[in-house]
């Protein structure tokens, strides 16, 4: 193979054989599992970084291997799947820093770890994925890794959880795998092309692609958290926080959303899908996705668990980008697979701290906690302000762009769908803020950890410090090159909306 058939692979690779060396160390050797850690983070954000290049220039990347008769495995660098990839990079060098920080002095430092580096792989390996049967292999396998790290804490909530998620996960992936092989049967062929694949059949085989459309959405809908196959992300909050942080910004629910995007633009073609009329309804569910998790984050003072249901909410801003069709909403759509990524990060690192550093779990215990841990704070305003949607941070973009796209597609009734979605988000985002930041601080809190004159330990404040910085930064500089929103117009260029 030349090298930039390798490519690819070593970026797979760079996470997935760290992880396997993980898991044959002992818990005692914590200096070479964060250094493998660390390491196999790095090197995989700086072959990403040559690949963005690359792509950008307008180079190829692909490794393509024989897996059945007239199925390749393939693993394809094109744009979209680059800003996936460089999303994924990014936080999980990231969260390789504030997993180990969080996890000092627990047990099983070694399992978790290697099934962490497993989970990044597959979400990797699903980005990459250059046709359809790739990205099942991948989808499953992120499945089978993230459930020990649910797990992880042992305890009777945390198994009750895995069971859940594991019933929903492996329901959605059944229905992917029947759409899979019955969209096989009619077309030959399961490859991500510009367009779709699906475009020239007969019209005969209309009724049978809007099933197998439904089944892929469903499929992808258990993990993209689309109501109703969204009961096990709540419940998924028992897993320590880098876990939280990376099932609901990088991995599972990201991992369906993506795939809600690949199932539209290059199996069935977005203009043949709104020819087929399977655009509306996956852009109604899109919306009621956006407003129901939005009601149900107001009713829960558990802040991990009101965190969850903003991520219902918030990830369907992607399938409702995609679902409205025009380039200007696909971009809104697209680019909130970045923004809406770092936005929840910061706050899931943000809950994480106040847990381990002040035994803190709910909203009605943080009064006065930005006295306490300003700098967290800080950085789940930042957060907070960037979901309500308000300039300049990442969010505000994103729902620009969907609301221009909306009134470019004249579809103005999403707009209120945004405007609602913004007003439940200041009402669930801003009493927490006011409790944090203008309550007086009890005497003593839950459960106090002292880290000298910092307020926690570095390596637990330095990931949102970053990723708040980030979030601000992508909508600050939106329009310098390279920006997430300059990357999302480009997918919408040459992989999208071709002339």
């Known amino acids: 193979m030349s090298l930039d058939a390798w490519v690819p692979l070593l970026v797979v690779a760079s996470s997935l054989v760290p992880g396997l060396v993980i898991f044959a160390l002992a818990e005692r050797r914590l200096v070479l599992r964060s250094a493998l850690n660390i390491a196999g983070a790095t090197l995989k954000l700086a072959l990403v970084g040559w690949m963005l290049w690359g792509v950008y220039q307008g180079h190829h990347y692909e490794t393509r291997w024989a897996f059945l008769p007239g199925l390749d495995m393939v693993l394809r660098a094109g744009p979209l799947a680059l800003l996936f990839v460089t999303l994924s990079a990014v936080l999980w060098l990231v969260t390789t820093i504030y997993a180990i920080g969080y996890l000092e002095g ?5 399992r978790f770890f290697g099934f962490f580096s497993l989970c990044v792989t597959a979400t990797i390996g699903v980005a990459l994925s250059g046709n359809l049967i790739t990205f099942l292999f991948f989808y499953e396998m992120l499945t089978l890794s993230t459930y020990p790290l649910i797990v992880h804490r042992g305890t009777k909530a945390a198994y009750q959880a895995g069971r859940v998620y594991l019933t929903y996960t492996i329901f959605g992936g059944t229905l992917l795998l029947l759409g899979t092989v019955w969209l096989y049967t009619l077309t030959g062929t399961l490859e991500f092309v510009p367009r779709g694949i699906v475009a020239g059949l007969d019209q005969a085989h209309d009724a049978a692609l809007t099933a197998i459309f439904f089944l892929l959405i469903a499929g992808l809908g258990a993990k993209a958290a689309l109501v109703p196959l969204h009961g ?19 991995a599972v629910v990201k991992v369906g959303a993506f795939g809600i995007v690949r199932v539209v633009y290059d199996i069935y073609g977005v203009d043949y899908a709104a020819a087929l009329g399977l655009m509306k309804p996956l852009a109604w569910l899109a919306a009621f996705t956006i407003v ?4 149900r984050a107001l009713f829960q003072d558990d802040l991990k668990r009101r965190l969850a249901f903003s991520t219902v909410s918030q990830v369907s801003y992607i399938a409702l980008g995609v679902a409205i069709v025009g380039p200007v909403a696909t971009i809104g759509g697209v680019v909130h697979l970045v923004h809406q990524g770092l936005m929840k990060i910061t706050l899931f690192f943000c809950a994480g701290n106040l847990a381990e550093t002040l035994g803190v779990h709910r909203i009605s215990e943080m009064s006065g906690v930005g006295r306490r841990m300003p700098w967290t704070m800080a950085a789940f305003t930042v957060g907070a302000f960037g979901m309500i949607g308000a300039p300049p941070i990442a969010g505000f973009v994103s729902k620009w762009y969907l609301a221009q796209g909306a009134l470019e597609a004249g579809q103005p009734w999403v707009i209120g769908v945004l405007v609602v979605s913004s007003l439940l988000n200041a009402a669930y985002f801003l009493p927490i803020l006011h409790t944090a930041w203008f309550r007086p601080p009890p005497e003593a809190w839950p459960a106090e950890r002292r880290f000298g004159r910092a307020e926690t330990g570095w390596m637990l404040l330095l990931p949102p410090l970053a990723t708040a910085a980030m979030a601000l930064a992508a909508g600050l500089f939106a329009s310098i090159p390279f920006s997430p929103l300059e990357w ?5 260029a040459r992989e999208f909306y071709q002339p």
């Open 292 to 295: 129901y998790g939005s009601i």
């Open 106 to 110: 627990a047990p099983h430092r070694s």
């Open 232 to 250: 096990w992300l709540p419940r998924a909050m028992v897993a320590p926080a880098p876990v939280s942080a990376l099932l609901h910004a990088v």
């Open 488 to 492: 999302a117009k480009l997918i919408a």
